[in-house]
């Protein structure tokens, strides 16, 4: 997370989420500019836009009840993997239990801020608690803030080791 | 702004490219070479390119009515550029060929490829685009303020690693030309302008 890049949720209660405003800095945001949303009609309140994935946010929280944050970012070698469209294979174990999976599916391409954008991903994120966004960089959800944002740190790990060994496969 | 403030600024430059550098290690090395900033229509400010922009003092910065050809170039294309960065980047100097838009926010920043520019014809290189890579492995990137620039020097550092580590995945797949030109409107057009309503 840097810069205005990616975006952070936070889920209230069976209808709201707070999330992160649309371009401004994370180092300058206080409390008081967080934007609370009804994730069913994406109505949000004040007068501060939310971030503009909010729609993949939303589909999260009415998808899967039991989770209580969700991040996007645009970390790097997550982005290598994304940019390749390539599904990530995980083997380490301590990997794929905070991952939730073996595999780490890479949604089709799609325009940020479309329909298809949130539904392949939220597709794609479905099995496990992260998904690569093909050309765009990862979502990463957890049963709080803390356990997002350790999936979105093992996740980077996970694509490194997966460059790695396609790197050692080469030589 | 006057030239005071402008050589100010320039000589912040260094602290101000450490704080924002600061937790993009893993995107690869930045260095800024030189500075140019346009003070007005005809009075540029160009930081000294022998020394680096952490030993620059107030006489190592120059007003100058006529820049080098590279510089000159640019700003008298580039009306809204009023920053210009040579920068030495450790991935983006191995870069050999055009990289396509394989990353959205590579897309919105930077243009629909990142070409590879003769300096002779950098304003061609340039055209539509924040940033590119010089054919001596050097290179430039452009912006209206010297935050703009150095963003689209680190984009340039993030987009070339992955499209270099890519290649052991098979290759980037790039987007749409069509579709990553309509994302950089949007970007210039619509996004920027609500994240300055919105703060």
């Known amino acids: 997370m840097a810069r205005t890049w990616g975006n952070v949720s936070v889920r209230i209660d069976d209808r709201h ?27 949000f309140e004040g007068k501060i836009k939310p971030s503009s994935e909010l729609k993949l946010h939303c589909q999260v929280y009415k998808t899967r009840p039991h989770i209580q944050a969700v991040i996007h970012t645009h970390q790097m070698y997550a982005s290598i993997v994304a940019a390749a469209q390539k599904d990530v294979v995980v083997t380490n174990p301590a990997y794929q239990q905070t991952l939730g999976g073996t595999i780490i599916k890479a949604a089709p391409y799609a325009l940020p801020n479309t329909k298809k954008i949130t539904v392949e991903t939220a597709r794609a994120i479905e099995d496990s608690n992260a998904a690569l966004m093909s050309n765009h960089g990862a979502v990463c959800i957890g049963t709080s803030l803390d356990a997002a944002f350790e999936v979105a740190h093992i996740l980077e790990k996970a694509c490194e080791d997966f460059i790695e060994s396609k790197k050692r496969a080469a030589v | 702004m006057t030239i005071e403030e402008g050589t100010l600024q320039l000589l912040g430059a260094q602290q101000f490219f450490d704080k924002e550098g600061t937790g993009y290690e893993s995107w690869g090395r930045v260095t800024v070479l030189q500075i140019a900033l346009r003070m007005n229509d005809t009075e ?85 685009r924040f940033a590119t890579i010089l054919s001596d492995g050097k290179s430039v990137c452009i912006g209206s303020s010297i935050d703009d620039a150095y963003v689209a020097a680190q984009l340039l550092e993030k987009t070339s690693k992955v499209f270099l580590e890519a290649k052991y995945l098979g290759g980037a797949k790039p987007i749409n030309k069509i579709e990553a030109w309509f994302m950089q409107q949007y970007y210039l057009l619509k996004y920027s302008k609500e994240a300055v309503k919105n703060k």
């Not at chain 2, 952490?54 to 006489?59: E, G, V």
């Not at chain 2, 100097?93 to 055009?98: A, D, N, R, T, W």
């Open chain 1, 17 to 43: 989420m707070v999330i992160t405003p649309s371009g401004r800095r994370y180092d300058e945001l206080n409390p008081s500019d967080m934007v609370l949303v009804d994730f069913y009609t994406l109505k």
């Open chain 2, 44 to 128: 540029f400010l160009m930081t000294n390119v022998e020394k680096t922009v952490a030993q620059l003092t107030k006489d190592d910065i120059h007003v100058v009515s006529k820049p080098d050809h590279l510089f000159q170039q640019i700003f008298s294309k580039r009306k809204k550029v009023n920053v210009i960065l040579v920068t030495s980047q450790q991935y983006a100097s191995q870069v050999k060929e055009e990289i396509p838009a394989i990353l959205d926010d590579q897309a919105q920043l930077l243009g629909v490829t990142v070409r590879i520019s003769n300096p002779r014809e950098i304003a061609f290189g340039l055209k539509g």
